[in-house]
C-alpha cells in the first residue's frame, strides 16, 4: 500500500498559480497522482485556506473558478476537523513551537494517518511528532540554481 501524503495549503494554490509554471507543474503532478491513487489528503482547513488565498487575498482565481477548484479538489480525501485536533495543535504549537495553523496541519495530517506533509512552509526534511515534512520544490529550486 502507497503510504498517504496530507497536503498543505500552499501546495494546492501553486497548483492553480500561472505565476509560477514550475511550480505549477510540480504541484499539479502530485495532486493528479494523488487522486489517481488515492493517497492524497487535504483538510477542510485546506479547502477553507485556499479560497480566501486564491479569492480574496490574491485574486488567482474568480469565485466560480474557486468553486470548481474546491469540487475538484474534494475529490482528495478530505478530514473534517475535531475539537480533539484543535486540542492536539495546541501541543504541537507549545512543543515544536509551529504557528497554529501549521500545528493544525500536522495534528490532522497524523490523525488521518499520513506519513508525509507537502508544504513549502514547513521545514523541509523536519520530523514533527512521526509526520515527515517535504518541500516538493526544493529540487526544483536547487536545479533552477545549478550553474
Not at 499539479?28 to 486564491?54: D, M
Not at 474568480?62 to 478530505?78: E, G, I, P, Q, Y
Not at 497524523?110 to 509526520?131: A, F, T
Amino acid at each position: 500500500m502507497t503510504a498517504k501524503r496530507f497536503f498543505d495549503t500552499n501546495v494546492v494554490i501553486y497548483a492553480y498559480d500561472d505565476s509560477e509554471p514550475t511550480k505549477q507543474a510540480v504541484a499539479r503532478s502530485l495532486l493528479l497522482n494523488a487522486a489517481a491513487t488515492a493517497t492524497g489528503v487535504i483538510s477542510t482547513q485546506v479547502l477553507g485556506e485556499f479560497f480566501h488565498a486564491t479569492v480574496v487575498r490574491r485574486s488567482l482565481l474568480t469565485v466560480a473558478n474557486a468553486r470548481t477548484a474546491l469540487r475538484a479538489l474534494s475529490r482528495l480525501h478530505v478530514a473534517t476537523i475535531p475539537p480533539s485536533l484543535v486540542e492536539r495543535a495546541v501541543d504541537l504549537h507549545e512543543r515544536f513551537q509551529l504557528r497554529y495553523w501549521d500545528a493544525l496541519i500536522i495534528a490532522t495530517a497524523k490523525h488521518e494517518g499520513c506519513d508525509e506533509v507537502l508544504s513549502e512552509d514547513l521545514n523541509h526534511g523536519q520530523n514533527y511528532d512521526g509526520v515527515r515534512v517535504t518541500n516538493p520544490f526544493v529540487i526544483v529550486s536547487d536545479a533552477s540554481h545549478t550553474p
